[in-house]
């Protein structure tokens, strides 16, 4: 059984850090393009950040890019987001979700057009102004 567990959110400071992880078990780790997005209250789902384990290839939003950094660790199927620098608009859900690339040149690529065949439950970040 495939499954994506999310760890990490909770409530901080805007300027604050936060890192979330995403377990991730029943598959082949390194096969798969792992992905953050986000769910704010009222607002459509957003991809945050994605990785491709086997590489290292990573991709960013333009509104997180220099203040999150997305990082796997292949010993514990495990894939990081660093969040720096947090501010109130990026409260939100935080969702880890995994792709098995159709392009297997570009996994994360992939991802975005093919859409994510797993997803996790979730971890909620809240920003404080």
């Known amino acids: 059984e495939v499954q994506l567990v999310e760890s990490g959110g909770g409530l901080v400071q805007a300027g604050g850090s936060l890192r979330l992880s995403c377990v991730a078990s029943g598959f082949t780790f390194e096969d798969y393009a792992i992905g953050w997005y986000r769910q704010a209250p009222g607002k459509e789902r957003e991809g945050v950040s994605c990785?491709?384990?086997?590489?290292?290839?990573?991709d960013y939003a333009g509104s997180v890019k220099g203040r999150f950094t997305i990082s796997s660790d292949k010993s514990k199927n495990t894939v990081y987001l660093q969040m720096n620098s947090l501010k109130p608009e990026d409260t939100a859900v935080y969702y880890c979700?995994?792709?098995?690339?159709?392009?297997?040149?570009?996994?994360?690529?992939?991802?975005?057009?093919?859409?994510?065949?797993?997803w996790g439950k979730g971890t909620l970040v809240t920003v404080s102004s």
């Open positions: 990785i491709s384990p086997s590489d290292g290839t990573t």
């Open positions: 979700a995994a792709h098995l690339p159709n392009i297997p040149e570009a996994p994360c690529a992939s991802s975005y057009y093919y859409g994510m065949d797993h």
